[in-house]
């Protein structure tokens, strides 16, 4: 008599009988859960295996799941009886036949006690893909997830209604009964889920066993799915897998990818027509029925076949103009060319021609001084159809007024020079080190738009920056005089947000707006009913990298916005001020083939913006991210830098999301910028300092994209990354937690504010916060070696934040960029008036703005300065205010107001703060006055004053700063709210350490941010010369004056909420 399955399964694990349990045997079994409750013992798992193929059987069981039960073996804990079991096969479906390390984790009930159900029999596979079969006791039915590595595909529920229930990867729903497959595969198109990534090569994570794989290619974009395959396809080419792992330099190049299935072409096709047709990449099944399909990716072919050195944009000889266009996946490209930047009707339709990717056309010289546009057909994947695409060129060097046409423009004509302008190189400001420099970051519009100094047609545009009497020059000079080295300018390129022509935009009644009380909601909603038709945005929304932003200029048609541009920068440059230029590389503002903004998605449609797996654009950014980890954005960002370089002498670069480049990029940039001489290029690349936002996050955190230019992955290569830790142990908290976290500067332990719990370990947060303060004066440096908190002797790199992170980052002081305050988020001024007491008094809240001021501008690295800042600047605890116009953004430079007080800020992101805002505003004694005003600025110029007093508060090396730069008042015994730090110099011909001061050979710097004086001693300063330095001793300030030292015992005695800075003077 022949065996069945199950008999023989219970032959083969049952003890001799019931009652003789055996541990043996029974503990090298897998248990086998059963809704969630596991076996109790052998004999009871053998019982109820032999009364589970009984003919007595719950009512509930229909005569095919016992045969199920039969041939599966089902097992089920005896602590159930057999007439309340339900079984139920969970079906699983992958498109890309990857189950490997697929689990199913069942709930029953309310209970939670899962585990795995392990495959059993034929190891749980079918020809829908594998399955699971739980039992449960609960006739309610249980919960299901399906997930490997923490990861969640499906999940769903089941009940006794249903035997079995399907479920497919990526769809939410759970199915009663067998889903029509190909139903699901109907869009499948509209994805990119597959990587052509070289000539002959394709990714795709895609296995499944006697397939067939083909690309299908339909110039003009007809191709539709079927059950058997593709209709519509002018082209179909069969690929064959490739055994082993992608090759070495894809899986470079493409990191998220690297365990995808390869696929090759082993015919000879012509690859170059493939890539302007819509594309799929298909899998059929032994029967020849579709299994699965996908768009493709193609910036991997692309750079492989179509990489580019030569001329692009417009190139203007002697008897002509040339358009070069870099269009590789474009089916035709045609030049319309204007007149004027008003016509609507072309002079001239100019055909151009393609060769190896790059569209050519050649005219007439006189086309310089006339705009044109291109027309594009090209396979848009957004669309997933053939589009006519009308785009500016991306090299663009002008624009007219609407941002609709490109202009061709000679840049080397002398009637775009302003005088002595190729002889600027020769008048820059002296920089002997990036050490030396000192940034004040501001926005153009900022700058002027409220300074009744300046010509009205002139307010908030490159020109006001020429005018040497206004009041916001005059208080550019004072503070260059005072040793500022560079203005670094929020975007100045072509950007949305702001329409080019002043005769479009609305305006406010600042007058009425005046006669609101201060905290009212009226004026932020005048702000914001206006905000997308005034003349105010910060920027962050680029267009085009390329051309100077027309409104800015006084004629935003023509070439002026180049002559004036550059006026703003001689001018700049002539009173010791170089200039930096922010640049936002890691985004665009518009996409897809009908937005007026987008660009480079309409020249080659899915290369320039980073896609994920989907094949979707990628926003962690805020928006359209670039990826330029392919070749041809590489090459924009690298020939952009040099045009702003070469063209408008700018002297420095931040990055926005700088994270979000890749580190091959920035050290590229920095080769070819450093490559630049005053002989050959009239610019002095070695000067041109680069730094940016390290942040690590979104799809290229942890290298997933490749080695981005992170605040880890930068150390050692000399640029320079923003240090948020000092920021943030300053102020408290951080951008992303509550406003009223305070830290050093703020009153934490020291003054608590009213929101504080007594459970914090405020103590302990502090000496910590301290710790981070102490790394990032010495310049933030991953092997700088101090005494922490706890006593111990420790690097940089072994102090940490919060969350693990270690605090230190550089391996070189050029590479930390401190500071308190940016554009983004609250002023300095309104981040201490949200985190400190209520009790404290304008005066005092004025000395902790001007303490985080002095801790930023004296410490190693570069110090950092949001425009304002000096003067107490207020946007009225606006905590964005990118779009928040000129009301919210207004600086004062006559010194009356502090812009305090203006009304509640605006709603969008600032709400959840409002009752916090509000009770703020309304009291009038949190306003500063004047006075206040002027002594901050006093303040601000004296702190600047002395760092530029002595090279010893810019130390160039990561070795001098540890071999001179100590801290005092460490340990666990330490002073609370005083940092004290010494500076040591050597003495000319005598061994040791070189000297470098001629002044001062020893200098203590205390910050003391208690709200009292404070007294103490530091043993290792006894018997120093020191005096308080001279500049405070004839400093405004009557406070800091009452600084003291005492030689004999070493002691200090610093007045509350100051800095103060003590010298050793050299002997004569």
């Not at 007439?83 to 096969?89: A, G, S």
């Not at 976290?741 to 608590?752: E, I, K, M, N, Y």
Request: charged share 20%; aromatic share 10%; proline share 5%.
């Amino acid at each position: 008599m022949a065996t069945s399955p199950a008999s023989a399964f219970i032959r083969s694990i049952s003890p001799p009988h019931p009652s003789s349990p055996s541990s043996s045997w029974f503990s090298s079994l897998h248990p086998f859960p059963c809704g969630g409750i596991l076996f109790q013992s052998p004999c009871q798992l053998s019982h109820l295996i032999y009364s589970s193929f009984t003919t007595t059987r719950s009512p509930r069981l229909s005569p095919s799941t016992i045969a199920r039960r039969r041939h599966r073996g089902i097992m089920c804990s005896s602590t159930v009886a057999i007439d309340q079991l339900f079984v139920v096969r969970i079906h699983y479906h992958r498109p890309d036949g990857l189950y490997d390390g697929w689990q199913c984790r069942a709930e029953s009930g309310a209970a939670a006690q899962t585990t795995q159900v392990p495959e059993v029999g034929e190891r749980g596979e079918e020809e829908f893909g594998v399955f699971w079969d739980v039992a449960m006791k609960d006739k309610d039915g249980f919960k299901f997830v399906v997930h490997k590595s923490g990861l969640e595909d499906c999940k769903g529920s089941a009940s006794v209604d249903h035997t079995d229930v399907w479920v497919i990867s990526d769809v939410h729903d759970v199915f009663p009964e067998r889903p029509d497959l190909f139903s699901f595969m109907k869009d499948n198109l509209s994805f990119s889920r597959a990587f052509w990534v070289t000539k002959s090569l394709i990714a795709w994570n895609m296995c499944v066993n006697n397939a067939c794989y083909y690309i299908y290619a339909s110039r003009r974009a007809k191709l539709q799915l079927t059950r058997d395959g593709v209709e519509g396809h002018d082209t179909r080419i069969r690929l064959e897998p490739v055994e082993g792992k992608l090759p070495l330099n894809v899986a470079t190049k493409f990191p998220h990818i690297a365990d995808y299935k390869a696929f090759k072409i082993t015919s000879e096709v012509d690859v170059e027509e493939l890539l302007k047709a819509q594309l799929a990449i298909i899998c059929l099944d032994a029967n020849g029925r579709l299994v699965n399909a996908t768009g493709l990716q193609l910036p991997g072919v692309l750079d492989d076949l179509f990489s580019y050195e030569g001329p692009l944009g417009a190139v203007i000889a002697k008897d002509t103009v040339a358009l070069y266009l870099w269009a590789p996946t474009a089916q035709a490209v045609q030049a319309y060319i204007f007149g004027r930047a008003s016509d609507d009707i072309p002079l001239e339709t100019v055909d151009l021609v393609e060769m190896n990717g790059v569209w050519f056309a050649s005219g007439p010289r006189t086309w310089e001084g006339c705009y044109y546009v291109y027309k594009l057909t090209v396979f848009h994947s957004s669309t997933m159809k053939i589009e006519t695409c009308f785009v500016n060129d991306p090299y663009a060097k002008g624009l007219s007024a609407d941002g609709k046409k490109t202009l061709i423009v000679n840049l080397n004509s002398d009637n775009l020079k302003p005088a002595g302008w190729d002889r600027l190189a020769e008048e820059k400001p002296n920089l002997s080190s990036f050490s030396d420099i000192s940034i004040y970051e501001l926005h153009i519009r900022d700058f002027s738009a409220n300074d009744k100094t300046v010509n009205l047609d002139l307010r908030g545009g490159y020109l006001a920056f020429t005018l040497q009497d206004s009041a916001g020059f005059l208080h550019l000079n004072r503070l260059s005089k005072a040793g500022l080295t560079h203005i670094h300018l929020l975007p100045s390129f072509h950007f949305a947000g702001v329409d080019d022509n002043k005769k479009k935009w609305k305006h406010l009644d600042e007058e009425r707006l005046a006669s609101l009380p201060p905290d009212s909601e009226l004026q932020q909603a005048h702000v914001v009913a206006i905000q997308e038709e005034d003349g105010y945005n910060w920027g962050y929304n680029p267009v085009l990298w390329g051309v100077p932003k027309g409104s800015y200029a006084s004629n935003p048609d023509g070439p002026l916005r180049t002559l004036e541009f550059r006026k703003m920068v001689q001018a700049l440059n002539h009173i010791g001020l170089r200039v930096v230029l922010d640049v936002v590389y890691n985004h665009v503002h518009g996409s897809g083939p009908h937005d007026n903004f987008s660009v480079l998605d309409k020249v080659v449609p899915g290369y320039y913006l980073r896609r994920n797996a989907d094949g979707h654009i990628e926003h962690s950014t805020c928006t359209n991210n670039t990826a330029s980890e392919h070749y041809m954005v590489e090459r924009l960002i690298i020939d952009d830098l040099l045009h702003w370089a070469l063209q408008y002498k700018v002297d420095g670069f931040r990055f926005d999301l700088m994270g979000h480049i890749m580190k091959s990029t920035m050290l590229k940039a920095r080769e070819r910028l450093n490559s630049l001489s005053k002989d050959n290029d009239g610019v002095d690349g070695s000067k041109i300092y680069i730094y940016g936002e390290g942040w690590d996050f979104g799809e290229v955190s942890k290298n997933a994209r490749g080695t981005n230019a992170s605040q880890f992955n930068m150390c050692g290569t000399g640029i320079g990354s923003f240090n948020d830790r000092i920021r943030d142990a300053i102020l408290g908290g951080s951008p992303f937690g509550p406003v009223i976290q305070q830290g050093f500067s703020t009153g934490l332990l020291l003054q608590p504010n009213e929101h504080v719990l007594e459970s914090e370990n405020s103590d302990h947060i502090l000496a910590v916060l301290k710790d981070h303060i102490q790394v990032g004066l010495a310049a933030n440096l991953r092997d700088f070696v101090f005494t922490n908190h706890e006593g111990k002797a420790v690097k940089g790199s072994e102090v940490l934040t919060h969350d693990g992170v270690p605090v230190a980052f550089a391996l070189s002081p050029t590479e930390t960029v401190n500071y308190v305050s940016a554009h983004d988020n609250e002023t300095l001024f309104d981040a201490i008036s949200l985190k400190t007491s209520v009790e404290i008094s304008v005066s005092d809240r004025c000395r902790l703005n001007h303490l985080a001021t002095s801790l930023v501008a004296l410490s190693q690295g570069i110090p950092f300065f949001h425009s304002g800042d000096e003067m107490l600047r207020s946007k009225s605890l606006d905590r964005d205010s990118y779009n928040s116009g000129d009301w919210f953004n207004r600086l004062d430079f006559s010194y009356e107001s502090n812009n305090w007080g203006i009304g509640l800020p605006p709603k969008e992101k600032n709400e959840r703060n409002w009752p916090l805002i509000k009770s703020r505003l309304a009291n009038a004694s949190f306003k500063p006055q004047k006075i206040h005003i002027l002594s901050a600025v006093e303040n601000f110029e004296d702190v600047l004053r002395i760092r530029y007093s002595s090279p010893l508060f810019r130390l160039r090396t990561a070795n001098e700063i540890q071999e001179r730069v100590r801290f005092h008042n460490c340990g666990p015994s330490w002073v609370r709210g005083v940092i004290v730090m010494s500076i040591e110099d050597g003495y000319s011909g005598m061994p040791g350490m070189t000297q470098m001061d001629p002044l001062y050979s020893f200098i203590v710097i205390v910050f003391n941010a208690c709200p009292s004086n404070a007294s103490f001693s530091i043993p290792s300063l006894r018997r120093k010369k020191l005096e308080l330095h001279p500049l405070q001793l004839m400093s405004s300030d009557k406070v800091v004056k009452n600084s003291f030292y005492e030689a004999t015992s070493g002691s200090f005695s610093i007045p509350a909420r100051t800095t103060s800075v003590f010298v050793e003077v050299r002997a004569i």
